[in-house]
């Protein structure tokens, strides 16, 4: 059974102690047994979801899910390998994470590369070993071994994904700085404020008019540029950073170095991450989902990989870590390959390359992978040195849903709109008084000529400073009465709401994991073993 005929059988269930009556059954203890059951059944799965929609990790959870859903195998409510997947995480596994706090608290609560403290604790401390079952068998030193470091390893993965140590304690030194197209300081608002008046008015006269001969024969002029000269005092310190109404904060990974198009990432200010050695650690998804909440963006992450077995699990891999950590932290995040992918191989006539030799495992997987894909693997790079332009629109088409690059043309537009509103209510504010700043300008214009021929020394005897003092009385505007209807309303983000991406947080925990799967392409070639009949 799945979740949705569970949830309808209950409902079922509930219609019949309805009103009085089913109160009164309820309060009397005599449901049936079977709605008690049920009634249990339900407790567990909303706990359940609830626990894994807040990233708090148990395979008893998935348990839960399991049953409900009636499949046997917890494989159907996981996306990766028992041991690879966070979700899946036992009581061993916790244990784990206990060893390492205690460890990393007993050498200082460090701030250190997992190598460095492996050095420290030589020695010093001994951990379980258990067989494939989990059963303890014995205990051993810590040692400078591949088996010891391996273990280290693998406390400090579980130790942060229990949430017991903070997930940046641990240093990484494997995977280069992403290059951001921007930072913190970018969002800063400084907003426009109507209540000060940042213009100076004596700047008005002494400055743009003169107090001699400079004053406009023609008074709209006049009037056209004092009020300019007051709004671009106001809207001088004014910034409306159009990336700060952008929902998505947006970045581009890939398993190697060097073929991000930086041009690309700067049209859509995106961090470029590159991947270390093929490998996209925690530290890389706990890096990028706390640049998200920094900026209370939703995270967005494309991804740019071979086309081969190797490629085509990191996107499943980078998702689940995602997935768990932005639960965590309480950050929508989102997911999706977008290169290379085999219509693209096929559209642009990339070439084949020998898959690469390895181990048995990987061997296997390669054989199993061909078979699914009817052809050798492509390296990314080949899409990016043969078609480069269409290489580039190729991430441009796949991003550009999600940022809106017509904002900062709307909020200027916004702006100036704003601006003539308040030119008009300015002019309006000093329009009353026309007839009589003409006449103070005339007397001014006059008075200060004839300043001019007697000096400094006659400056008192006729008065000017009282009647300019008045003069500037008359022309200061009261911002805050005259443009108190006008308001400053920057435009959103146009911008698409993502599906079908591989991984959307704001699904249920059995929804994503059916993305999961129809993404596999070891899944698609059971299904479809299995739906003729092999």
Same mark, same amino acid.
């Given at each position: 059974?799945?979740?949705?005929?569970?949830?309808?059988?209950?409902?079922?269930?509930?219609?019949?102690?309805?009103?009085?009556?089913?109160?009164?059954?309820?309060?009397?203890?005599?449901?049936?047994?079977?709605?008690?059951?049920?009634?249990?059944?339900?407790?567990?799965?909303?706990?359940?979801?609830?626990?894994?929609?807040?990233?708090?990790?148990?395979?008893?959870?998935?348990?839960?899910?399991?049953?409900?859903?009636?499949?046997?195998?917890?494989?159907?409510?996981?996306?990766?390998?028992?041991?690879?997947?966070?979700?899946?995480?036992?009581?061993?596994?916790?244990?784990?994470?206990?060893?390492?706090?205690?460890?990393?608290?007993?050498?200082?609560?460090?701030?250190?590369?997992?190598?460095?403290?492996?050095?420290?604790?030589?020695?010093?401390?001994?951990?379980?070993?258990?067989?494939?079952?989990?059963?303890?068998?014995?205990?051993?030193?810590?040692?400078?071994?591949?088996?010891?470091?391996?273990?280290?390893?693998?406390?400090?993965?579980?130790?942060?994904?229990?949430?017991?140590?903070?997930?940046?304690?641990?240093?990484?030194?494997?995977?280069?700085?992403?290059?951001?197209?921007?930072?913190?300081?970018?969002?800063?608002?400084?907003?426009?404020?109507?209540?000060?008046?940042?213009?100076?008015?004596?700047?008005?006269?002494?400055?743009?008019?003169?107090?001699?001969?400079?004053?406009?024969?023609?008074?709209?002029?006049?009037?056209?540029?004092?009020?300019?000269?007051?709004?671009?005092?106001?809207?001088?310190?004014?910034?409306?950073?159009?990336?700060?109404?952008?929902?998505?904060?947006?970045?581009?990974?890939?398993?190697?170095?060097?073929?991000?198009?930086?041009?690309?990432?700067?049209?859509?200010?995106?961090?470029?991450?590159?991947?270390?050695?093929?490998?996209?650690?925690?530290?890389?998804?706990?890096?990028?989902?706390?640049?998200?909440?920094?900026?209370?963006?939703?995270?967005?992450?494309?991804?740019?990989?071979?086309?081969?077995?190797?490629?085509?699990?990191?996107?499943?891999?980078?998702?689940?870590?995602?997935?768990?950590?932005?639960?965590?932290?309480?950050?929508?995040?989102?997911?999706?390959?977008?290169?290379?992918?085999?219509?693209?191989?096929?559209?642009?006539?990339?070439?084949?390359?020998?898959?690469?030799?390895?181990?048995?495992?990987?061997?296997?997987?390669?054989?199993?992978?061909?078979?699914?894909?009817?052809?050798?693997?492509?390296?990314?790079?080949?899409?990016?040195?043969?078609?480069?332009?269409?290489?580039?629109?190729?991430?441009?088409?796949?991003?550009?849903?999600?940022?809106?690059?017509?904002?900062?043309?709307?909020?200027?537009?916004?702006?100036?709109?704003?601006?003539?509103?308040?030119?008009?209510? %300015?002019? !309006?504010? $000093?329009? *009353?008084?026309? +007839? =009589? #700043?003409?006449?103070?300008?005339?007397?001014?214009?006059? /008075?200060?000529?004839? %300043?001019? !021929?007697? $000096?400094? *020394?006659?400056? +008192? =005897? #006729?008065?000017?400073?009282?009647?300019?003092?008045?003069? /500037?009385?008359?022309?200061?505007?009261?911002?805050?009465?005259?443009?108190?209807?006008?308001?400053?309303?920057?435009?959103?983000?146009?911008?698409?709401?993502?599906?079908?991406?591989?991984?959307?947080?704001?699904?249920?925990?059995?929804?994503?994991?059916?993305?999961?799967?129809?993404?596999?392409?070891?899944?698609?070639?059971?299904?479809?073993?299995?739906?003729?009949?092999?």
């Amino acid at each position: 059974m799945n979740i949705t005929e569970f949830e309808l059988k209950y409902k079922e269930y509930i219609l019949q102690f309805e009103g009085e009556t089913g109160k009164k059954a309820i309060l009397d203890n005599k449901l049936t047994k079977q709605f008690k059951k049920w009634f249990k059944q339900k407790r567990k799965i909303e706990k359940a979801y609830s626990m894994i929609s807040q990233g708090i990790i148990g395979v008893e959870y998935l348990k839960t899910l399991k049953r409900a859903c009636g499949v046997k195998n917890l494989k159907d409510v996981t996306a990766l390998s028992p041991l690879a997947d966070p979700f899946r995480a036992t009581k061993v596994d916790r244990e784990k994470a206990e060893w390492f706090l205690d460890v990393w608290e007993k050498e200082g609560s460090l701030n250190i590369h997992p190598r460095g403290l492996h050095y420290r604790i030589l020695g010093k401390y001994t951990y379980k070993l258990r067989d494939n079952q989990g059963n303890h068998i014995g205990d051993r030193e810590y040692e400078n071994t591949s088996q010891s470091w391996h273990h280290l390893l693998n406390t400090c993965k579980w130790a942060r994904y229990f949430q017991l140590v903070d997930y940046d304690v641990i240093k990484d030194m494997k995977n280069p700085r992403p290059l951001k197209n921007y930072y913190l300081n970018d969002l800063i608002y400084n907003e426009l404020d109507l209540d000060v008046v940042i213009y100076d008015v004596e700047d008005g006269v002494n400055d743009y008019y003169g107090l001699s001969t400079n004053f406009y024969d023609d008074i709209n002029d006049f009037m056209d540029i004092y009020t300019s000269n007051i709004i671009n005092s106001l809207f001088n310190d004014v910034k409306y950073p159009s990336i700060k109404e952008q929902p998505n904060y947006i970045e581009i990974w890939a398993e190697k170095q060097g073929v991000i198009p930086e041009n690309v990432a700067r049209e859509f200010k995106a961090t470029v991450r590159p991947a270390g050695g093929g490998e996209f650690s925690i530290n890389m998804c706990y890096d990028a989902i706390k640049c998200a909440k920094q900026r209370k963006k939703n995270l967005f992450i494309f991804m740019l990989v071979d086309f081969d077995p190797k490629g085509e699990d990191m996107p499943k891999s980078v998702a689940r870590k995602v997935e768990l950590i932005a639960k965590q932290m309480g950050v929508i995040a989102f997911v999706e390959p977008i290169g290379l992918t085999e219509e693209q191989c096929i559209e642009h006539e990339l070439p084949q390359i020998p898959a690469k030799t390895g181990g048995k495992a990987y061997e296997t997987l390669t054989e199993t992978w061909k078979k699914s894909r009817g052809r050798d693997p492509t390296e990314l790079n080949s899409f990016m040195a043969l078609k480069p332009e269409e290489y580039n629109e190729t991430i441009r088409n796949a991003i550009s849903p999600y940022y809106d690059s017509t904002l900062n043309e709307k909020i200027e537009k916004v702006i100036k709109e704003v601006k003539d509103d308040i030119k008009i209510e %300015l002019k !309006k504010n $000093i329009e *009353k008084y026309r +007839e =009589e #700043i003409i006449k103070f300008q005339r007397i001014i214009k006059t /008075k200060f000529e004839y %300043l001019n !021929k007697i $000096i400094n *020394k006659k400056k +008192e =005897e #006729i008065g000017i400073d009282k009647i300019v003092d008045d003069y /500037k009385k008359l022309l200061k505007p009261n911002l805050k009465e005259s443009l108190k209807g006008i308001k400053l309303e920057i435009p959103k983000a146009d911008v698409s709401d993502p599906v079908n991406v591989l991984l959307d947080t704001r699904r249920n925990y059995l929804e994503q994991i059916d993305y999961y799967k129809d993404f596999d392409y070891r899944y698609k070639l059971i299904k479809g073993a299995k739906e003729n009949g092999n």
